[in-house]
Nanobody
């Protein structure tokens, strides 16, 4: 069992930066791939970024590649999403998730946080 709590969301101007954090509970955290997904109003939830259990591989949606960076600290049970050069279209609720399957597909994630709102003003 893994419980996830996101933090770090907020309101930022276009071009600004935010760092999201995801705190995980449970001794098995380090065995899970971790992902960030987002959902904007009226839209489906979409993949943003993921990192494998060891941190050895990272994956990004094309829309955020070269602007966002995912990282994890297994000793602290933490996952981070550094977001730079934010755009209004990045506005969404961001969710942290833990899973064992395909990292880009939300159906393969077993545990989800409650989400944190990111709003980017133009």
């Amino acid at each position: 069992q893994v419980q996830l709590v996101e933090s770090g969301g907020g309101l930022v101007q276009a071009g600004g930066s935010l760092r999201l954090s995801c705190a995980a509970s449970g001794r098995t955290f380090s065995m899970y791939n971790m992902g960030w997904f987002r959902q904007a109003p009226g839209k489906e939830r979409e993949f943003v970024a993921a990192i494998t259990w060891s941190g050895g591989s990272t994956y990004y949606a094309d829309s955020v590649k070269d602007r966002f960076t995912i990282s994890r600290d297994n000793a602290k049970n933490m996952v981070y999403l550094q977001m730079r050069t934010l755009k209004p279209e990045d506005t969404a609720v961001y969710y942290c998730a833990a899973g064992l399957g395909s990292v880009r597909v939300d159906q393969f994630y077993n545990y989800w946080g409650q989400g944190t709102q990111v709003t980017v003003s133009s």
